[in-house]
């Protein structure tokens, strides 16, 4: 973000993913997990439930998600000291991110948050097909594996 304004502005930037993941709009048939978060090398699930508007959640943030049983969307930080937050939205449906602090951003200054989104099957696993091993997502697990590097641990 760029302020172009003759003034100072304070500013907290923020990325977002949600509210919901894919079907989770309808509650009957949703497959939605609580919002999940590794934080100082723990998983760690909140509940949407007993969220009333923002809750911020600090200490070293790896990655933050939305998952269902198979899916899962991810937000992995780059910039060092990102907090993460969870909202609840309308209809009870989570909002998971990550943000800065709150900056004074100078008249012509600019600031930017780096993240990395990941979005893809969220159940871990490895098969063999024709002598070769590959591996999936494992969100679930506790980290993200891509492409056979993990991320986030």
């Given at each position: 973000?760029?302020?172009?304004s003759?003034?100072?502005?304070?500013v907290?930037?923020?990325?977002?993913?949600?509210?919901?993941?894919?079907?989770?709009?309808?509650?009957?048939?949703?497959?939605?997990?609580?919002?999940?978060?590794?934080?100082?090398?723990?998983?760690v699930?909140?509940?949407?439930?007993?969220?009333?508007?923002v809750?911020?959640?600090?200490?070293?943030?790896?990655?933050?998600?939305?998952?269902?049983t198979?899916?899962?969307a991810?937000?992995?930080?780059?910039?060092?000291?990102?907090?993460?937050f969870?909202?609840?939205?309308k209809?009870?449906?989570p909002?998971?991110?990550?943000?800065?602090?709150?900056?004074?951003?100078?008249?012509?200054?600019e600031?930017?948050?780096?993240a990395?989104?990941?979005?893809?099957?969220?159940?871990?696993?490895?098969?063999?097909?024709?002598?070769?091993?590959?591996?999936?997502?494992?969100?679930?697990?506790?980290?993200i594996?891509?492409?056979?590097?993990?991320?986030g641990s």
């Open positions: 973000m760029q302020n172009l003759d003034g100072e502005v304070a907290q930037p923020s990325l977002a993913w949600g509210p919901g993941l894919r079907n989770s709009k309808d509650k009957k048939a949703t497959t939605i997990h609580p919002p999940t978060l590794w934080v100082d090398g723990k998983r699930q909140e509940d949407i439930e007993k969220v009333n508007g809750k911020a959640i600090s200490g070293k943030i790896s990655w933050t998600a939305l998952q269902d198979y899916f899962v991810a937000l992995l930080p780059e910039n060092e000291g990102l907090s993460a969870v909202e609840k939205a209809e009870g449906q909002i998971v991110g990550l943000s800065e602090t709150k900056k004074v951003l100078q008249p012509g200054g600031l930017g948050l780096k990395k989104a990941f979005a893809g099957r969220g159940i871990s696993t490895s098969f063999e097909r024709k002598g070769r091993t590959s591996t999936r997502s494992s969100i679930l697990a506790g980290s594996s891509w492409r056979g590097r993990r991320c």
